[in-house]
């Protein structure tokens, strides 16, 4: 018979609300600038055609088909 594996506790950092805040945030940011950047076609840019024609450029930077 084989003998009982040994477990060692492992602690586990608390994470704080504030870093979760943080990170939620920022991730969301990121979301919101792939999607103005890959999808937007100037429907939420209310700025004219400047915010228009940068995203545009910013999609054939990245090598996103637009057109």
């Given at each position: ?39 937007d076609?100037?429907?939420?840019s209310?700025?004219?055609?400047y ?17």
């Amino acid at each position: 018979m084989a003998a009982p594996a040994r477990t060692t506790a492992v602690a586990v950092p608390a994470l704080s609300s504030k870093l979760l805040a943080v990170a939620l945030l920022s991730v969301g940011l990121m979301l919101l600038l792939a999607y103005l950047v890959g999808f937007d076609q100037g429907a939420v840019s209310r700025s004219g055609m400047y915010l228009h024609e940068l995203m545009h450029d910013g999609r054939h930077l990245l090598g996103v088909p637009c057109h």
